[in-house]
């Protein structure tokens, strides 16, 4: 009797890891497209403030559908977790947690289902490069764009403000993330500069980040070369 309800204990977190994948392959083709459209209803929202009353309706419910989406994914995926097992997915899953708070997340999601490719299973160094690489232009391009639609949303019609439309706020963005930061333009609302700490603080681990990978590639040429120089003097 002992022995049968181990193996029944047993078999229940297998089964529920097994059906977590299922889960999980299954939501990943509709979760993009609602990430995708999440990107383009806000982009819209924010670029073009003279929507008619409908077409804004409809982006809001896109918006929230994927919302509700991202909220059902995570609870599913988080009762199909073994219970002894749950805080360390949440913390071992930032990005779909946040996705569920915070807007900028939802476009990260469509990022994350990108570690499905094969090249990137890989652990050479340089597929480890190329997936660091990839991951972080991605996140990087996704992060400025979003910080400068959210600035602009709220700084656009603010007294003094002088983040007034797209081209500036990228400009914002791309000079305060290159901890640049000329002056010329800044937020003037409470939420934009928030906004501004985010963006600061995102370039310290992109500036980090780029210098750790230019650091690995010049130490792994000059290893490669080191390797090759002492092969060719034992020949």
Sequence with gaps: ?????????????QGARETLQHWESAATVPLTVLGL???VAYSVIVLVPGLPDWVRLVLVVEIAITWLALVIDLIVRVALTPAGSRVAFLVHHPVEVLSVV??????????ELARGLPY????????VRAQIITFALAYTVLFVYFISLATLQVER??????IIDFGTAIWWACV????VGYGDTYPVTTLGRVYAVCLMIGGIAIVGTT?????????????????????REQL
């Design 211 to 231: 210098s750790a990978l230019v650091i690995s590639y010049i130490g792994d040429r000059v290893r490669r070369i080191t390797h090759r120089d002492e092969t």
């Design 176 to 179: 305060t993330i290159a901890t």
């Design 1 to 13: 009797m002992t022995d049968d309800v181990t193996g029944t204990a047993r078999d229940e977190p």
């Design 102 to 111: 915070v807007p900028l997340f939802r476009a990260f999601r469509v990022v």
């Design 157 to 162: 019609g603010a007294p003094e403000a002088t």
């Design 120 to 127: 990137f299973h890989r652990r050479t160094g340089d597929a």
């Design 37 to 39: 459209g999440f990107i």
